[in-house]
């Protein structure tokens, strides 16, 4: 009977045996100049061999690991299980064998080096349960070695340039708006006549808290990113929270001409948490459920109690292409351009690395677009 063959929805699945990865290995470190330049180019060096099992490994690349992973070692093992891909484990197959690997830069990289042509990809993986991003350009190279096929996979790190353009958008984009803003109705002021005054100041007071929240939504992220965040849990009433939520972003810019509700079966419930965390994740939720949304078409937010736990849950009549479902909660991923994306990314990052919950989505054409997320009453520990 033959053998059962590896299931996949994306890259082949089969690999070599123990031994044949062995001898590959064999072929690399016998290599006098493989074995001085990978570890001084500053930047990742691997090898993989036809069924994308890594067969040589750099010392940049190794410094992404822990501990405990070096001592696993990583020959045999495909990238995305190295480097703790949340995607990885998904299928029994590993990486590279599920419907998210579709849209992974450095798979696409590797399997047409594999197939001859060299390439180059941007790569987005999220690692482990605390969501660390860690966003790569990919080159691949394809090499024969001894009349065997291998891939050369070169790697940068280029968090810091994505993080740079958001900044960029933030602040040459978002907060420049709002200072122009700022400006104009400072410039109105002068000359308001006195039944004016009440409204102008009424909107340079929004327009003020307005650039205050994109500013602090910078700050949270990158001091998030960092661990550098302090948490600091107190009694909140989730009622309270959501319909503050709600009443900033009645009057953004982002809800014009659209409709934000509150849900009249939302229920107030008491829970312990960090408020300004939980009000970013809240905020967070409704902006992006408005800018999904079309002219005339309304955004719900609400909250139950669910097993022991408290969901707040805000829904948007669109839907979301399974392509993009896919890589929704990646950073720098958008599909609203260059700079943007963070936001569902730092929805995740607050609500699983800091308070303790889980974030979840569903999509479809018949009930329209819903974002939860659920915490425990209390924290943990």
């Known amino acids: 009977m033959a053998a059962r063959r590896p299931s996949t929805k994306f890259a082949p699945a089969e690999r070599a045996s123990a031994d044949q ?59 995305g299980e190295v480097l703790g891909c949340a995607h990885a484990f998904e299928e029994d197959s590993g990486c590279g064998t599920t419907e998210a690997c579709s849209t992974c830069g450095a798979v696409h990289a590797v399997l047409s080096s594999l197939s001859g042509k060299a390439d180059v990809k941007e790569c987005r993986i999220l690692r482990g349960p605390n969501a660390e991003a860690l966003e790569l350009r990919v080159w691949t190279t394809p090499v024969t070695i001894e009349n065997e096929a291998f891939t050369i996979l070169a790697a940068l790190d280029i968090g810091h340039e994505k993080r740079r353009q958001s900044l960029e958008h933030i602040f040459l984009h978002d907060i ?17 006549k006195p039944d004016q005054v009440e409204g102008y100041v009424d909107t340079l007071g929004r327009l003020c808290r307005q650039l205050i929240e994109e500013i602090d939504a910078q700050r949270i992220l990158i001091r998030a990113e ?21 009443e900033l972003y009645r009057r953004h810019p982002v809800a014009q001409d659209r409709h934000l509700r509150l ?58 292409p399974r392509e993009v479902q896919l890589q929704i909660f990646q950073r720098s991923f958008s599909t609203k351009g260059p700079g943007r994306g963070v936001g569902t990314y730092s929805i995740k990052l607050l609500t699983e690395r800091y308070l303790h919950g889980r974030v979840s989505f569903t999509s479809t054409p018949e009930q329209g677009t819903t974002f939860q997320v659920r915490y425990p009453l209390t924290p943990k520990g």
């Open 176 to 192: 420049y708006n709002v200072a122009y803003g700022l400006s104009w109705y400072t410039d109105f002021l002068k000359g308001a």
């Open 263 to 320: 849900d009249p079966d939302a229920k107030d419930i008491p829970v312990v948490s960090d408020r300004t965390l939980l009000s970013r994740v809240l905020c967070n939720l409704i902006k992006n459920a408005l800018e999904a949304c079309r002219s005339g078409e309304t955004v719900t937010a609400g909250c139950t109690k669910l097993d022991g736990q408290i969901e707040f849950r805000v829904h948007n009549p669109g839907v979301i």
């Open 21 to 79: 990865i062995a001898r590959q290995a064999r072929l690399f470190a016998g290599k006098k100049l493989l074995g001085l330049l990978p570890d001084v180019v500053p930047c990742i060096l691997l090898a993989v061999n036809e069924f994308r099992q890594i067969v040589f490994a750099n010392e940049r690349f190794l410094e992404l690991l822990s501990a405990q992973e070096r001592q696993d070692g990583v020959l045999g093992q495909r990238v």
């Open 226 to 246: 960092t661990g550098e965040l302090p948490w600091k849990p107190e009694p909140l009433r989730s009622l309270p929270l959501l319909q503050e939520a709600v």
